[in-house]
């Protein structure tokens, strides 16, 4: 059989799945060592045994100064930044970006200014926003916004184009008006292809939420780790990495779940597409 149509097992995707982290973990534990061992007080690469304590003294005891667990007070603060910039963006890019799809007038109108939004760095605007904004929350939530609204808008406005005029024209034929096309038929399909989108722009919602933090805040997992940085303590920032990116996947593991749920539909054309 040729290598192309062969298509492992569940338990063999999970072992597939699963080497290469165990791989990357053996190098980096051998590396560690080696530089331990020439030197037991090098920073860069620390011992997981020491990652372990750091964790250890941030999650499970409260802070001399504040009496809060840092690693979770810094959690609970960049979920809770990040879940109100995506869900405001998620809004705003389904709005608009079926209204831009559905409506040739309100397409002409607004396209062109999305775009252009969307070709700015949002990173370069985030002095005008802390100006604007404060150094609160607000202008936070409004960098992830600003970073991937445009993005969103411009998916849901191509998802809305690409649905098939048939669709459409038959509903005209059975007495839909604009809102009942909206409502009933586009609505609908346009959903699934939302949450995609929301799961595509998660990586740069964390990296506007990151910088944002790591520039003005008082707590939050960015700021935890440009706060340690100065004195290189890679005991705690490897730990927060790794702890950003596990929070990452099971955002996007949820996502995907939830959307299993809700379009099982939605999924088996996928399935039937032959895409993922």
Do not use: C
Not at 95 to 112: F, Y
Not at 197 to 223: K, Q
């Amino acid at each position: 059989m040729r290598i192309v149509n062969r298509h492992p097992s569940s338990p063999m995707r999970w072992i597939l799945g699963l080497l290469p982290f165990i791989l990357l973990l053996l190098v980096y534990m051998a590396a560690s060592e080696a530089r331990l061992a020439e030197n037991a007080n090098d920073k860069l690469l620390p011992g997981i045994t020491k990652m372990a304590d750091a964790i250890q003294r941030l999650a499970f005891e409260p802070s001399k100064r504040t009496g809060e667990y840092l690693f979770w007070q810094d959690t609970a603060s960049s979920l809770t930044r990040l879940a109100m910039g995506v869900g405001i963006s998620a809004l705003i890019g389904l709005i608009i970006g079926l209204g831009n799809g559905a409506v040739p007038l309100m397409r002409a109108k607004l396209s062109p200014l999305v775009v252009a939004i969307s070709l700015i760095p949002p990173m370069a605007i985030l002095p005008v926003l802390f100006i604007i904004f404060g150094l609160g929350e607000l202008s936070k939530v409004v960098l992830i916004v600003i970073g991937i609204a445009p993005f969103i808008i411009r998916d849901m406005q191509a998802r809305t184009l690409d649905i098939p005029s048939e669709q459409l024209i038959k509903a005209q034929t059975l007495s839909a008006n604009s809102w009942q096309l909206i409502q009933r038929v586009l609505l609908p399909q346009l959903l699934p292809r939302l949450l995609d989108a929301v799961r595509l722009s998660l990586g740069s919602a964390w990296l506007f939420l990151i910088a944002a933090e790591a520039i003005a805040a008082t707590d939050g997992l960015g700021y935890r780790i440009f706060l340690v940085r100065r004195y290189m303590s890679m005991d705690v920032i490897l730990p927060y990495v790794f702890w950003i990116t596990l929070l990452a996947f099971l955002i996007d593991w949820g996502l995907r779940l939830i959307s299993k749920k809700a379009f099982p539909w939605y999924h088996s054309q996928q399935s039937q597409g032959g895409q993922s």
